[in-house]
């Protein structure tokens, strides 16, 4: 290891992360219903190398194998999603038993080898049957996925210590129903804004229905980024505060003040006021994912901006920049392992006794480092550096007083990552997508040896 790091306290939990669409596979096995991705995927042109993700990584079949791998590695917890379309196939209606007892025999099997399951309950993947009524755009969707929550947790609560509701409203919003990247592929551009708030009663009609069900220390997984002021200009400050507004607090401020930003709620659906009750319910900790900052300004003379491929459409009052002298990782995006720090210090100073205890649910990097063809050996030395780098800023932000209390890596594998297809690999495990042989890398036993040493 060469950064030092300073030990941490007794019980911080260490994990892995990874969903159900990217990894495993067999979309139509066992009853499974298809979800939006898999309609999207299909679709012309959507996937950047025109793959599907009907194998993934076969963990539907191989499960037993990734969780052995997780147990050699040493982890305390796995952060899955489980997929709603498995469970109900239509999204509502008759439950299909064979797909909730998959989830049922991936818990045992994390259980037997001491590892907390973590499930979240919606990792983007929309059953099919609920997008093709308007999915996420319709109130109805929020209260489809409260009765899904109650199915699961009945048959799972008594096993599970952790439950995430949703991951990444946001780019649900924007990246789906706002700019089209993912799925749906809708370009809504604002007029998306009710998918926030449908995503955001769903969370909180989903912990009162996990809770009436017997679940225990529930959160949501929230994207999260510092927005740094790409010039001095008084328009350049409006843009980056609008862009922070959009991107952190239209999903954050809801659940832990009760409120909405200033302005927003004549643009959403619904009574605003009863849902903010439902949404602010208290939650026994938050979860944070982080992957880079930031750069926003006024719009420039050349319309539209870009950042990690995603294109940011003219005509909108802010434009994303590329920052500028650091690392960048195999997706364009930049590694800043202090931003971690500042964006736990911005929440911290933000939210205040309302925050609850933090745990960073992702946090990852995508090399496409691949083994040896002489020893095997998958040397990813920059994957090291970069978690290095941001678990040392998190001990930092702890110092200073950011109540973190676990820490998930993604990914456990390399998988299907969504718009990209294969062509981007996070995993700590080496994927060959042509025999689906697992490969621990370098950082699998950097990660381990962490582990060891932070306990």
Not at 159 to 175: C, F, Q
Request: include cysteine; charged fraction near 25%.
């Amino acid at each position: 290891m060469t950064v030092p790091i300073p030990p941490f306290p007794p019980g911080f939990l260490w994990g892995v992360s990874a969903s159900a669409f990217q990894i495993e596979g067999s979309p139509t096995a066992d009853g499974r219903g298809l979800s939006s991705w898999d309609a999207f995927a299909r679709e012309q042109g959507r996937i950047k190398d025109g793959s599907h993700a009907e194998v993934a990584t076969d963990h539907y079949r191989r499960y037993r194998e990734d969780v052995a791998l997780m147990g050699e590695l040493g982890v305390d917890a796995y952060r899955f999603s489980i997929s709603w379309s498995r469970v109900l196939p239509d999204g509502h209606g008759p439950v299909n038993r064979a797909g909730l007892d998959f989830y049922d025999r991936l818990v045992d099997e994390l259980s037997a080898a001491e590892i907390a399951p973590v499930p979240t309950l919606f990792h983007w993947d929309t059953p099919l049957a609920l997008e093709e009524r308007g999915g996420w755009m319709e109130r109805d969707t929020a209260e489809r996925f409260a009765a899904y929550a109650s199915v699961v947790a009945e048959r799972l609560a008594d096993r599970v210590p952790m439950w995430i509701t949703i991951n990444e409203p946001a780019e649900v919003t924007l990246l789906g129903y706002g700019l089209g990247e993912h799925a749906p592929g809708k370009q809504l551009v604002f007029d998306a804004l009710p998918a926030a708030h449908h995503q955001l009663l769903a969370h909180g009609l989903g912990v009162q229905a996990l809770r009436a069900a017997g679940a225990r220390r529930i959160g949501i997984a929230a994207s999260h980024s510092p927005v740094w002021t790409a010039g001095d200009s008084d328009e350049d400050r409006a843009a980056a505060e609008l862009y922070d507004t959009l991107t952190n607090r239209l999903f954050a401020d809801p659940i832990l003040t009760g409120a909405y930003p200033d302005g927003l709620d004549a643009l959403l659906p619904g009574p605003v006021a009863e849902d903010l009750k439902t949404i602010s319910a208290p939650l026994d900790w938050y979860g944070v994912n982080y992957y880079n900052p930031m750069l926003v300004g006024a719009p420039t003379p050349a319309g539209a901006s870009a950042f990690g491929g995603i294109e940011i459409p003219s005509g909108l009052p802010f434009a994303v920049r590329e920052i500028e002298g650091y690392e960048r990782t195999d997706f364009g995006w930049p590694v800043v392992p202090d931003g971690l720090r500042e964006l736990l210090t911005i929440l911290r100073e933000r939210y205040g006794d309302r925050l609850p205890p933090l745990y960073i649910t992702e946090n990852g990097c995508s090399y496409g480092d691949a083994p040896d063809p002489g020893t095997g050996r998958v040397e990813d030395a920059r994957r090291i550096a970069y978690h290095e780098g941001h678990v040392s800023a998190l001990r930092q932000a702890m110092a200073e007083g950011a109540d973190v209390r676990g820490y998930f890596i993604w990914s456990i594998l390399d998988n299907f990552e969504w718009a990209e297809g294969y062509r981007q690999r996070f995993g700590l495990v080496h994927v060959d997508y042509e025999t689906l042989a697992r490969t621990p890398k370098e950082s699998y036993a950097w990660y381990r040896d962490l582990i060891k040493s932070g306990r």
